[in-house]
């Protein structure tokens, strides 16, 4: 029998699709804007015209007006007709302008990018079930999500999470070891650092460039001295007597999470924290139907599940594990105490000890 088409369904779904089409050529936008320094010049300067900014950017007007356009066109810049200007208000341009800003974005649209750069690997895996190791994948995929994460761990990771978990700010304040597993650029080792002055900070990564960025982030930090930064597998890193170790959004990539954990459950001291921070999921798909789900679960598919599958494979978490599961991969490594500490629409934080 021929199903009867729904027209209203059609075309509402089909706007819906042309919207994510337009996002998509809308983060290309953005990129560019970013990185020609048109929010920066916009940002607190009043309506400008397309004359004015190209001029104060060193840019071609004729480009510029275009790209004033389409940030019009998306609400992303208020346009004066009156006066044929474009303005970037104060809240837009903490997203969009202010780097230091706890919600800045313009860097995750390298993750996107990469993203589309690697389409053929990503083809390749898929009717083979072979993996992606993420130093295979495009530069912009490392650059965009350490840049992307940086600076939504440097709002809440000394000030919210580490004070969440029992005991550990009088710790690394007295001074203890620490270990960073899956370090990427190390900025979370950086700001660790910065905060406790009397702790030591080991950042731990499988991936040699990312490795080399985080050993520059720390020496331009001012940190050098207490921070040290080695490849290798997060299995393997020595020495052990930790009195914290943590994974930021790092262990859903690993192959073997299970045994990740258990020999950070072996390399904690008696009285050590374990630290875990994951993207946040509901345990159910039918809960878990969001924005912010779709956009994990199509980085998990290429990125966090390749990654894992190249890694050995052993247990394939995802980028969207829910809390049932990681409570469970962290019992079965032998941490008898679990509690989530502190959550956001992001991330989920976890506090373990054995």
Known sequence: MTKTIDE??????MLRAVDDLGAGYLGVMVSLGSRLGFYRALAGAGPLTSHELA???????????????SQA????????????????????????A??????????AWNVPAAMWADESKALHAFKTGEGIAWGD?????????????????????VSQWLPALDGVVAALERGITVADVGAGHGHTTVLMAEAFPNSRFHGFDSHAPSVAEATRNARESGVAGRVSFEQVDAADYRPLGFGLICFFDSLHDMGDPIGVLEHAAEALTPDGTLLLVEPNAADRLEDNLSVVAQTYYAASSMICTAHSI???????????????????????AGFSRVRVVAETPFNLIIEAER
């Open 137 to 157: 994948h495009d530069p912009r995929l490392a650059h965009g999500t350490a840049a992307f994460y940086r600076n939504g761990y440097r709002a809440s990771l």
């Open 73 to 96: 066109a998306a609400g992303y810049l208020t346009y004066h007709s009156t006066s044929a200007t474009f303005e970037l208000t104060a809240e837009h341009a903490l997203v969009l």
């Open 98 to 107: 202010d780097e230091t800003s706890p919600v800045y974005l313009p860097p």
């Open 310 to 332: 190249s890694d050995g494979g052993e247990l394939v978490l995802g980028a969207q594990a829910g809390e049932a599961r990681l409570r469970d991969t962290l019992r079965r």
């Open 8 to 13: 209203t369904e059609l075309q509402a779904f």
């Open 55 to 69: 001029e104060r950017t060193d840019t071609a007007e004729r480009y510029v007006r275009d790209w004033l356009h």
